[in-house]
DNA sequence: CCGATGCTTCGGACGAGAGCGAAACATCGA
DNA sequence: TCGATGTTTCGCTCTCGTCCGAAGCATCGG
């Protein structure tokens, strides 16, 4: 019963338009002000301030204090997961509408998924490591093989060894195939910021595939973009 | 912008407690009528009704009439992963909580979730397939091997060829890992309901394993239960 | 036909919660 | 110390949505 309930005021909290609007702005991976995210979601910074009090108290986002500033993020991949898991089931009960929208085109072609890469670039990703062999896909999710070590450590990729997985197939919600993500695909994500493969849009999730990019992902990848 | 809304507004419907526990009530796969999920929610049938419209206009449930009687249930697959994905989340920010009811600890032990197994039975049945080589685990999901394919027909237990991929893993939101889904693990779901390997809990969506049932699982499928 | 049963529609009452103005609090730069 | 900026707390209003009583349809059994 109680599960019921505590089900119920998780989806409540996103179930907001206000709140939905800042977790939404938040789903990049980057931390935003609370200014910020009161002009992101139209709203004044008090109502803003309430909303995000809530969210933290909830577990859903993180909250950093730097100076007068704080910072707000999405507190785990976790949460991340649910948001486009929701927006799968949004798109697949309206998906017959024929209204793809230039910048949802450019969603579904690259963008960040919380702190990983996705859309048909992920997916491209994915399944070239996949096929390649640098992937050991089991039970449990995914992990690198050697060569796949092998492969990102001949890139100057470094992945972290945490306690959180190395690899984890991630559903993409446009594909609905998996893509890359745990600690290698925010590593690999990273990589292709810091190197000019992808340019972040602004005010958007969407990523630009750079032609840089496109040679750097097909030589080293053999990720082959349509 | 629209995206934004329609998440809301999907995450909004599941955050009502009453709707909410409609769905929860369905999450077995079983269809029920309006009366009977009045009941589960404890509200009055024609406050049920509006609720119903509303999950049905939102597509995410089906309803079927049968006589004066209408049957609602879950209308996908994606709806009953995204509960199980909410309920994942939920039991994540509370998870230090040392509050494991004997109810939950029957859940987590082994459940119906929407059509096939779950729980540390589905995930054991998943290492099992998985680990004898039954499965061909790829990118895109899992698909039955020859091995498996030959195994369950050896065991009468009869895969229809649909659209629907045969297997898929789903995460599993107590294990954290993943149990089989799709044709063969609803099929396989039927047949140990059909052949008392597990019994339903009244009012719930727990399964008891018999005696009957450890041994076919062991001796059919490799499953050692803890 | 007729009553019984299951479900839905309509209308009004009620409460929860989002929103903002005003003011307080915290931190920075000078 | 002072004003400026970013954030939060308080108090209030107002709208939205849930809920139920009453009544209206549909379907079944006889």
Redesign the interface.
Known sequence: MT???????????????T???ML?ALMDGRAFTAGELAEAAGVTPQTASGHLAQLVA???LAVEAQGRHRYFRI??A??G???E??????A???GRLPRPGPR?AALRKARICYDHLAGELGVAL??AL??AGHLR?????AALSDSGTALLGSLDIEVPARRRPTCRPCLDWSER??HLAGQAGAAICTAALARGWVRRRHGSRALDVTPTGTRAFAAGFGVRLP
Chains 1, 2 share one sequence.
């Open positions: 599960t019921i309930i505590r089900l119920a005021e998780t989806a409540s909290l996103i179930g907001d338009p709140r939905a609007a939404y909830a577990g859903m507190a785990s976790e949460i997961a649910i948001l898991g929701l927006q799968l089931v949004t697949d009960r309206i949802d994915f399944a996949a096929g896909l089991s039970a449990d999710g195939r998996h």
